[in-house]
């Protein structure tokens, strides 16, 4: 019940837009904060969006205007909206969930417990 799974991955070109999906089992999104996180080769994994239980939202910088997280409860599903891809955005993508700080949003991937699988990202110049 505490599954999180991602998919909605792919290889696209520069320009382009993708749509990640995480969901779970149990309808835990309405009361943890939920986060999308990357991590490329050769670079440390490093926070992407973040939404918490209220639904205020956080981005790292490089995302913003590009990359828009959002939740729909009913569903139990995190999604992560990504256009106009570049090359640096290529990385395995991860969703997270954290039980505890779910007040505020925050892109610090150690405060968070719960992971998925994770997904590929690849974006070609």
């Known amino acids: 019940q505490r599954q999180l799974v991602e998919s909605g991955g792919g290889s696209v070109q520069a320009g382009g837009s993708l749509k990640l999906s995480c969901s779970g089992s149990r309808n835990i999104f309405s009361v943890y904060r939920m986060g999308w996180f990357r991590r490329a080769p050769g670079k440390e994994r490093e926070g992407v969006a973040a939404i918490d239980a209220n639904g205020s939202t956080m981005y790292a910088d490089g995302v913003i205007d590009r990359f828009t997280i959002s939740k729909d409860n009913a569903k139990n599903t995190l999604y992560l909206e990504m256009g106009s891809l570049k090359p640096e955005d290529t990385a395995m993508y991860y969703c997270?969930?954290?039980?505890?700080?779910?007040?505020?949003?925050?892109?610090?991937?150690?405060?968070?417990?719960?992971w998925g699988q994770g997904t590929q990202v690849t974006v070609s110049s």
């Open positions: 997270a969930a954290d039980p505890r700080y779910i007040d505020y949003a925050n892109l610090l991937s150690a405060d968070y417990i719960y």
